[in-house]
């Protein structure tokens, strides 16, 4: 998630944006739960407390979802958009969909696509590409420049065809071309 979260701040600075990205760790022990916040404005950002009410949630882990409350402080307005081959309804969120505007909050199969992109079930870059769909706060483009600084060669280009297939895939859900069962 730290990687993530610094990936939009890259690709929004790309468009143009301010952003600031830092992580808070709750446990020092391997394997405890990561929240890694991103802040983008259109003017500098001065503060540097955690973000207390999100207009984005990325949810890279479904399992987080019955233990702690991933959605907390989420605006009204707000985007979610969880990892997962599951329904929503199957993930037990049907409370944060009726709160939510209609196809603000949706799920994909982040770890299924990043292992038929880069072979390995690593979703940072497909949660990237799906939430730049889902929102348009950043460009694909952006999206695409920010993993390859990143990511050099090969495994660059496998995580940017990553991202792509999860935009194309979230433009469909939004168009209402694909079942999200929101």
């Known amino acids: 998630m730290v990687t993530a979260s610094d990936l939009v701040a890259y690709a929004a600075f790309t468009d143009g944006h301010h952003a600031q990205a830092f992580p808070s760790f709750g446990s020092e022990r391997t394997g405890a739960p990561v929240v890694s916040y991103c802040r983008i404005a259109d003017r500098p950002i001065r503060t540097r407390e955690p973000v207390l009410t999100p207009d984005l949630v990325i949810v890279q882990d479904p399992t987080l979802l019955p233990i702690m409350d991933v959605f907390a402080g989420l605006v ?8 997962s081959s599951k329904s929503l309804h199957e993930l037990g969120v049907d409370d ?13 199969p982040a770890t299924e696509i ?8 690593l979703p940072n870059a497909v949660m ?13 483009e952006s999206v ?3 993993i390859r600084g990143k ?13 792509s297939a999860a935009y194309e895939l979230v433009s469909r859900m939004i168009e209402g071309k694909e079942e999200n069962d929101a």
């Open 76 to 83: 009204p307005d707000g985007y979610a958009l969880v990892n």
């Open 96 to 108: 944060v969909v009726a709160a939510h505007e209609p196809g603000h909050i949706i799920a994909i």
């Open 114 to 121: 990043a292992k038929e992109h880069v072979g390995r079930p």
């Open 128 to 140: 990237l590409g799906g939430a730049a769909a889902l929102t348009g706060l950043v460009r694909l």
């Open 144 to 146: 695409e420049e920010a």
């Open 151 to 163: 990511f050099h060669g090969r495994i660059g280009e496998a995580n940017v065809a990553a991202a």
